[in-house]
Each structure stands twice: as structure tokens, then as C-alpha cells.
DNA sequence: GTATTTTGCGCAAACGTTTGAGTGTTGAAA
DNA sequence: TTTCAACACTCAAACGTTTGCGCAAAATAC
């Protein structure tokens, strides 16, 4: 149980200053050759690591990015964080992960907590909640401070900071092309309400797609679930009260809901209806079918936001502000439920 | 862009001294009601929150605790984080997330950095390799710096620390014995190879119920998967070339490559041969038929093992060590995998 | 032999806090 | 008037670093 060592203890061990003992770990050259072997020997032996903390008080930067996601048992953003920790590393950084539980309160609570000198900057996506109540003063509080901010898929405008997101509208719209290329007529879309806004702009890729290829919109075979929990009985009403010959869903579960929901009525996918998800998730690949959908490719959106973040971090202070937003490209992986 | 309020900057505009200040803030008796009033008021007006850098440096301890795992990209450690972070954020801790990928470097790297004054204690589940190489030193030389670590899932007896795992031999047991009481009589094991502790312990689990049910023991209905890139092909010429009737997976994956491959030989899940898995995630839930499992608690396990941390953090320096593993049960949760 | 430069090291401040000890003023007891 | 406690506040050290500056001794130059 030796209490860690420090640059003091080092230096009365040796019976040098402490300045000595920084300097000649540190190479500077107005340490002498020898005291320097000797020093750099010692510490080596007790295996000397400077402390962190003090580090941090001292540069004013502590090396480390905070993530918040509103939840961490989710495919999409732990591939994010997955992503995000890969840059993070590689640039010498560390990364400290909360969850707001989509909850508008745990989110300042966090957003607080690590902007009180835990970490240099953030990366997060916003909270279910925060999105409803519109409320974004602890972000733009934390901006002010000079913190930087990259916000990730559920960005918002009102907020000024990077931002990485990938192109819904385009991305629902090469999903439902692709069905009315494979000659699927009534399209099925099951969709989450408005405030969410990946939902929003799914259904505008959707809407967008009939319309240039003049396939009518037929409101009834919109679905926009309001309430997660029951949106398995919510999806099963729907396919059995309307005739369609394809569904695009805009995440996982409704698309798997949307199959079984096909298949209990005595109807096979791909060969009576075709389904498409979004989000490439552990489901999708493993399910039977598997599932056609269109990759968010979340790793690349952690990579690019970390990226960001570092950039700004490091950037000179003179380089006048200037906000990007990157769009990662979404594409189409065609497997089992959607007919050739 | 104004840089965050501090002690010294309240007391050059109030025109007290920093000390003041800081009793004032804590409610000091030393400071006159007067003087507490204003500088309070001052505090909240401006939105003043201490530096938890500085509070760190001086408290010698950070308020935080280090999780290193394995993957994220992982439905039972995404739940143990969960657990993790709701025990932690109800003490007043936060928590740093830190992966090691399965390698033996870049865990002994972050464990490192973190133990230098970032976190003051650890949480976590051995990487792949780690157990491979039977390489401990960077653990035993934190704990003996004093820093509590509490390991879960994937531990090893060469560390002494606390532990939180689940019952493997017990849980693979129940598995077995359910599917011999529901008529099965030759059941084939999907495992991995030894030095993946889970699935020794769980081999061990299937190896002594038949023992204890004087079922014959054919080693060729045993596979233990060597190569995880591969497992898809291995599963699927295991079960073309046995005939079993039941199939017990040590995990999820297992279990769904077992349930297409016996489909693929034009058999029925569950009519023909049940199948079992073990860790209740996404998939066993989703998938058709959804998965008849051996539930790992992953959540608990978290709550669990962040409760043990806190507690040594927590003693006080005299009450004498002592090193606890908690079990967290298992259960058999019935679904539509296996035959009523 | 003195004047100047170089070498090698220590001092002290700073980062933002907390806290025990010290200090000066007030008011009351002796 | 002296003594002393109570009050309200400030000083300074500490946590572990880094770094500009100062300073003595040694080495070089004149």
C-alpha cells in the first residue's frame, strides 16, 4: 500500500528541489546530465506517473471529452461512443460517458457537473425531453463559457455548435425509392411523432419520394406511434386494419414488429410485403429475415464529432468561430426482407 | 465568452477575501449574516459552481468511478453500465467509460491513465486477452496503491478485490435440467473455448446436470468455438452432422446460428429441437421464435458492483480489508425457443 | 587576478479550493 | 480602566504540477 509517488517525494529522496525533479523529467536542458540520469533512473524504478488531477488544474485542460446520450442500451449510440473513443484515443484524449435517460433534468444535472472542469468539451445527443420542452439554456450556458459543443443525429437548430448528422430526408428516401423501384405500390410508413425529429424527417423523405414519382399519399397508411411502450400493439392494428405491399419503418423495432405483425395475418416477407428498417443494428443482421435497411453508420458519426470537438479544442484562440455541420451518408443494405 | 466564475473573482468584486468566500458559501458561523447574505447572493446571481478539479486536487479523491469493459457494442454491457451509472449518480459519483477492446495493452493503458488521479476506484471486466496472458500485474498494482477495484463477469481468483458474477455453473444448470424435464434426451452444447471463464463455468453447468441425471455424456455433441469470426460456419456443421434434440448455447449468438441452422436442415424450432441461450438481450426478446434464456441480470450486476466500490471508498481506513464476491442469481425465462 | 559568461540548481507563483490559525475590533464583565 | 471573550474577517498552507526568474559556483575570457 505505498500512497503513490509524487514529484515531492522524489525530491526529497534525492535531496533536490522539486523544480529540479519536473524540469529533468521533463528533458530541460537546465538540469545537468547527471542529476538528470539520476532523477529519470529513480522515477523510472518507482515508475512515476504525474498526476492527472494537478495537471489538469494547472494547463486548464483536462484531456478528457464528456459524452451524453439520452440511453446507453441502444445499438446506434454505443456504436457512437464506440466511434468517438477510437479519435478520442489516437489524439491522446480520454472520454467520460452519461446518460440523461432521456430525461431533461439528468441532462443539466450532467451537462453541470462535467462543465465545472471535468472536461474540455462535449459531445451529445439531445434527450427525448429536452427536445419536447424545447429548453436549451444549459447548452447555450455552457457555449458561453467557451466550451465547445458538438451535437450528434438529435441536434436542433436553435443551438450554435458543430453538429453531425446524417441526411434522413435523403436517407427515407432512397429506402422508399428503392421499394417503388422493386414495384411496390402502397408503401406503409411507420413513423414516430413530430418532436423527434429523426421521425420528422423520415416522414418528409417519404412524402417527398411518392410525390416526385407521383404515387399518391394515402394518410392512412401513415403511422406515427406517440407511445414506445406500446407501439408493438399499435403497429399490429395497423397492418391488420390496412392493405399494403411494403413498410418502411424508421428504426429496428417497428420494422420487426411491422414483420411479425405481416406474418401473424398469414402474409410472407419479402414475397407478399416488403420491409425496410432504419438503423443497421445487431437486429437487423441477425434477425430472419434480415432485415433491408439503411446504415446510420454510427461509428463514423462518433469519429467525425470527436474529430470536431478536437479540432476546435485545439484550434488558437485568434481563429475566428465558425460552425460546421458534417452530414455522414446514409446507404442502403439490402438483405432478406425486401423482395429482389 | 466570460470564463467561469471563480472564488478569487467573487472576492476582488465584493471585496472580501477568497476565504470569506469559501465559509461564506459553506455557511460558515465564522461569516456575519451580513457578509453571507451578500456573497451568496452574488454566487447565485452569477451562477457561481466550484471547480471539481480543484475540489479533487485538495480532497484527494474525485467523486468518480472508472468503468473499463471489454466492448460496448454489447447488449449485457450496456446493462451493466446502466447499473453502474444509477447506483453512482444516487451516491453523488460520476462515471468514466473507458474500453478496452479485447486488448490486453490498451487495458493496462487506460487503467493507467485513469488510476493517475482521475477516478478513484475501478469497475471492470477483464479483456479477452488479458485472460489469455494471465497477466495481472497492472491490477494488482493498482489495488496495492490502495485504490478499491471491483471486478464482474469475467474475473479471475488471482485478483483479490471484490467480485460481482453470476452463478455460471448454476445457471447452465437450470438450463440443461429444464430441457431434460421437458423430454429431451440428447442435448448438444455450443460453448467457447476454456480460458473464456463463462464458458468453462458453463460447460461445467451442462457437464454436471447430465452427470447428476445419468444422462451419457457423447463429447462429440460438445462444440466449443474457437474462432468467434467463424462461429456462423462451425455452428452450422455441428448441426448437420449431429442429431440432437435440444441445443444449449452459451449465448445469444450461438443460439440464433443453432436456430437458423437447424431451420436450414429443415427441422422446427421448437417442435423438432429446442434451443436455449444464455444473457437475455435485444435479440432472444425480438427474435422468432424469441429466445428461451438464462437471464444474467446485467443491470443488477452494475448496481451491484457499484454499491461494493462505494462502500470501500466510503469505510473509513481502520476497519480492516476484506473481500467480498456477490453472486447475482440467474433465472430461466420460457419463450417460444423451447417446447412446453 | 579580475570580469564575464555559462552551468546547474532552487525559489516562488500559479491553477481553484478548503480550513486551522491568527488578528483586529467591539462590547461586556471584573 | 483593565481583561477577556466573542465576533468577523484575513492569512497562509496544502493538494501536485510547471516554469520564469534569480543566484551561486564554476568555467571561460581578458
Redesign the pocket.
Known sequence: MKP?????QI?REL????????????D?????????KKIKAFAKLYN????N???S????KTKTIGIIIPEIVHYFFTTVISGVEQVANEMGYNVIVCLSNNSFDKEVLNLEMLAN?STDGFILSLAKETMQKEDYHHLTEVTNQGMPVVLFDRVVDEIHCDKVIIDDVIGAKKAVQYLLDKGSKKIGLVSTVDYVSVGKLRTRGYLEVLRENNVEIDDKLILKIEDMDNSETEIKDFIDKNEVDAVFAVNEHFAIYAIKAIQEKGLKVPEDVSVIGFTDGELSKRFIPSLTTVSQHGERMGAEAARLLIDKLERKPEEEESYRTVIVETNLIERNSTKL
Open positions: 503513490k509517488l509524487t514529484l515531492k525530491a535531496d533536490v528541489s522539486i523544480s529540479t525533479v519536473s524540469k529533468a523529467l521533463r530541460s536542458s537546465e538540469i545537468g546530465e547527471e542529476t538528470r512515476y506517473r504525474p498526476n488531477i494537478a495537471l488544474l494547472k494547463n486548464r472542469g
